[in-house]
């Protein structure tokens, strides 16, 4: 049974991480910060190559600090390498995009399933992607597209072109999980401070200061 994951699926079936990353986890709890987020990027040190499932493990362990910035970038850079030949860097993305805004969902299956097995989830959220994207194309156009995100970004920046809103979205793909989350669920879904703080599981402030630094980010772009 794993020592650092024991949940149960809704049938009640007992849940675990596989056990070559229970013994990362637990090798990765003895190194320092640095040293563990330099062996994620090159794949060398004790714990060998870390897998997807470990760097979710110590985000999650270490929300809002350098440590999960630096993880959350190294899984997108796997996810480029699995995706970007072929379908492109803004749908890769908009991928990382779509997987952290369920992770950071706390009441989310998600948060469990992609310890268990990050690629099959990823591929399942993939695939869920490009059928919107699909639908979206043969329901509107891109100039439709863009004058929807035009109306989102136009709270923060009034006067904006088409060209300038397809930038700000590159801006805010760009954005740490947690600003990027609260920025959508406010200004794209329309929640207010303290339904955002429940979902995030922050409080209010944290999420008028993580607003604020995302919408100071997208004035310095």
Same mark, same amino acid.
């Given at each position: 049974?794993? !020592?650092?994951?024991?949940?149960?699926?809704?049938?009640?079936?007992?849940?675990? #991480?596989?056990?070559?990353?229970?013994?990362?986890?637990?090798?990765?709890?003895?190194?320092?910060?640095?040293?563990?987020?330099?062996?994620?990027?090159?794949?060398?040190?004790? &714990? /060998?190559?870390?897998?997807?499932? !470990?760097?979710?493990?110590?985000?999650?362990? #270490?929300?809002?600090?350098?440590?999960?910035?630096?993880?959350?970038?190294?899984?997108?850079?796997?996810?480029?390498?699995?995706?970007?030949?072929?379908? /492109?860097?803004?749908?890769?993305?908009?991928?990382?995009?779509?997987?952290?805004?369920?992770?950071?969902?706390?009441?989310? !299956?998600?948060?469990?399933?992609?310890? &268990?097995?990050?690629?099959?989830?990823?591929?399942?959220?993939?695939?869920?992607?490009?059928?919107?994207? +699909?639908?979206?194309?043969?329901?509107?156009?891109?100039?439709?597209?863009?004058?929807?995100?035009?109306?989102?970004?136009?709270?923060?920046?009034?006067?904006?072109?088409?060209?300038?809103?397809?930038?700000?979205?590159?801006?805010?793909?760009?954005?740490?999980?947690?600003?990027?989350?609260?920025?959508?669920?406010? #200004?794209?879904?329309?929640?207010? &401070?303290?339904?955002? /703080?429940?979902?995030?599981?922050?409080?209010?402030?944290?999420?008028?200061?993580?607003?604020?630094?995302?919408? +100071? #980010?997208? +004035?310095?772009?």
């Amino acid at each position: 049974m794993s !020592t650092f994951l024991r949940v149960s699926d809704p049938q009640g079936t007992a849940l675990s #991480h596989p056990d070559r990353v229970e013994r990362q986890i637990e090798m990765g709890n003895d190194l320092d910060g640095e040293r563990f987020i330099t062996g994620a990027k090159s794949g060398e040190g004790p &714990l /060998g190559f870390v897998l997807e499932e !470990t760097l979710i493990f110590f985000a999650f362990q #270490h929300p809002e600090t350098s440590l999960e910035f630096e993880l959350v970038k190294v899984l997108f850079n796997r996810l480029c390498a699995r995706f970007r030949g072929r379908y /492109g860097l803004e749908l890769c993305q908009e991928l990382n995009q779509d997987i952290w805004l369920m992770l950071l969902q706390p009441s989310s !299956t998600a948060r469990l399933w992609a310890q &268990l097995c990050f690629w099959r989830f990823a591929f399942h959220r993939f695939k869920n992607l490009l059928k919107k994207k +699909r639908r979206a194309t043969k329901a509107c156009s891109l100039d439709s597209e863009l004058g929807v995100r035009w109306r989102v970004l136009k709270s923060i920046s009034p006067g904006l072109s088409p060209d300038e809103v397809v930038y700000l979205r590159e801006v805010m793909l760009s954005l740490p999980p947690y600003q990027c989350a609260a920025f959508q669920l406010r #200004h794209e879904c329309g929640f207010s &401070l303290s339904e955002i /703080g429940a979902m995030l599981k922050r409080d209010v402030r944290t999420v008028r200061r993580l607003l604020k630094s995302a919408e +100071r #980010h997208f +004035r310095s772009s």
